[in-house]
């Protein structure tokens, strides 16, 4: 148990390292990899910014509670799940109500 949980730890770290770089720097974790197709520097939209920016945070919140959730007791991990669904759907109500600020 407590070496399923360090493995999961080391795992998580990378992860991280991502998810805050995607918090970061959004435009250019949207656009990595794709940059080869524009002739010009693209114009990312402030919409996607604010979605890259709300996923990120989700996925950071939500990563060890669902990672560690199914090392705990599966009723846990149902009330888990729920309230990461639960923060979801806010979140996108959230952003797609939302007004752009240009």
């Not at 390292?17 to 250019?28: G, K, L, M, R, V």
């Not at 002739?39 to 509670?65: C, D, H, L, W």
């Not at 959730?69 to 990461?84: P, T």
Request: charged share 15%; proline share 5%; aromatic share 20%.
């Amino acid at each position: 148990m407590i070496g399923e949980i360090f493995i999961a730890v080391i795992f998580m770290i990378p992860l991280y390292a991502f998810f805050i770089w995607t918090y970061s720097f959004p435009e250019d974790s949207f656009l990595f990899g794709k940059r080869w197709m524009y002739q010009e520097e693209p114009e990312v939209s402030p919409n996607v910014v604010r979605y890259m920016k709300f996923a990120s945070i989700v996925a950071m919140i939500g990563t060890p509670i669902v990672i560690f959730s199914i090392f705990l007791k599966q009723s846990v991990f149902g009330l888990a799940l729920m309230a990461f669904i639960f923060v979801i759907v806010v979140g996108a109500v959230i952003i797609f109500t939302g007004k752009s600020k240009t």
